[in-house]
């Protein structure tokens, strides 16, 4: 962080230099003109990537301080909100603050959210999923439209998923032991949000 500084503050100063001999090269040489503008125009340049540097620090920075509210988990942070809410309100929340709806990926990431929401939401609650087969029923598909790759359906007991067109949205059950169950989008539900840290 203090060499990006470093160079702004570089940069800065040269574009400082060049903009004050830049009205006596004028008087001196037409042809100085273009070497100047050009070298202004790099510094410019070069300003502006900093800038976006010190943004994508600023997300980067905010980003870990969600991962000390919550959790970490493979290479992505989750952040749970105990107040219930239906689907799309919580999925609205979420991507208000800058993630989705938690969608785990593989079973170890199922395991470790199952864990989370145990210890800060309740050991006897449901998480919304950020997944629903809303467009075509019985096509589960993540928030970014892809099918999904690992499931956790509840299989043994109650076949899962069961409620056809009532039940759009899954939830994540710590009774069940993570295990995936579908559910109507209007019921109140708490949820847990995922941040991409990678």
């Known amino acids: 962080m203090?060499?990006?500084?470093?160079?702004?503050?570089?940069?800065?100063?040269?574009?400082?230099?060049?903009?004050?001999?830049?009205?006596?090269?004028?008087?001196?040489?037409?042809?100085?003109?273009?070497?100047?503008?050009?070298?202004?125009?790099?510094?410019?340049?070069?300003?502006?990537?900093?800038?976006?540097?010190?943004?994508?620090?600023?997300?980067?920075?905010?980003?870990?301080?969600?991962?000390?509210?919550?959790?970490?988990?493979?290479?992505?942070?989750?952040?749970?909100?105990?107040?219930?809410?239906?689907?799309?309100?919580?999925?609205?929340?979420?991507?208000?603050?800058?993630?989705?709806?938690?969608?785990?990926?593989?079973?170890?990431?199922?395991?470790?959210?199952q864990e989370y929401v145990r210890r800060s939401v309740g050991p006897e609650e449901q998480v919304w999923l950020g997944f629903n087969d809303m467009l075509t029923e019985g096509r589960w598909l993540d928030q970014a439209g892809s099918v999904l790759r690992y499931t956790n359906w509840e299989t043994e007991i109650t076949h899962q998923p069961d409620g056809e067109r009532a039940k759009n949205c899954a939830v994540l059950s710590t009774t069940a032991n993570g295990k995936w169950f579908d559910e109507s989008c209007r019921a109140e539900k708490a949820s847990v949000c995922e941040f991409n840290i990678v």
């Open 2 to 113: 203090e060499t990006r500084s470093a160079r702004l503050t570089i940069c800065l100063i040269i574009l400082v230099h060049f903009s004050l001999q830049e009205t006596p090269a004028k008087k001196r040489s037409g042809k100085r003109d273009g070497g100047n503008a050009a070298a202004i125009e790099e510094l410019k340049k070069q300003i502006d990537d900093i800038v976006q540097e010190l943004t994508l620090l600023k997300e980067q920075q905010a980003l870990q301080t969600v991962c000390l509210k919550g959790t970490k988990i493979h290479g992505k942070c989750y952040l749970a909100d105990d107040v219930k809410k239906r689907f799309h309100a919580a999925s609205e929340d979420c991507l208000a603050k800058g993630g989705t709806l938690s969608a785990p990926a593989t079973g170890h990431e199922n395991e470790e959210l």
